[in-house]
């Protein structure tokens, strides 16, 4: 079973950045894609990004959350294939919640692996 790790959270104003990681406990077939997720209050989950290994070495961003995209990024670390980011620029109150890193991304969309969730808090 692959575990993930996950820090980086905390609370910032309006406008600042966080940078989120996460380290899986095992480099397997699980990690080779890997995403975020978060969860506001009263809210359903919903997916932010993910990235996928598609052989050779090279990953694809396969998709983020359209009120994410252009300040949102997540990569993988280029010395540890277990290791991915969320780098958050130019946050918003509305990007408050429970962001959890996942693993192994099933055929049906649905991930194998969950991380125990870091808080985000954007507020004045």
């Known amino acids: 079973e692959v575990h993930l790790v996950e820090s980086g959270g905390g609370s910032v104003q309006p406008g600042g950045s966080l940078r989120l990681s996460c380290t899986a406990s095992?480099?397997?077939?699980?990690?080779?894609?890997m995403g975020w997720s978060r969860q506001a209050p009263g809210k359903e989950r919903e997916t932010v990004a993910m990235i996928c290994e598609r052989g050779r070495g090279i990953d694809v961003v396969d998709a983020y959350l359209p009120s994410v995209e252009g300040r949102f990024t997540i990569s993988r670390d280029s010395a540890n294939a277990k290791k991915v980011y969320l780098q958050m620029d130019s946050l918003k109150p509305e990007d408050t919640a429970m962001y959890f890193c996942?693993?192994?991304?099933?055929?049906?969309?649905?991930?194998?692996?969950w991380g125990q969730g870091s808080q985000v808090t954007v507020s004045i």
């Open positions: 996942m693993a192994d991304r099933r055929p049906d969309g649905s991930w194998t692996f």
């Open positions: 095992e480099n397997t077939h699980g990690t080779n894609c």
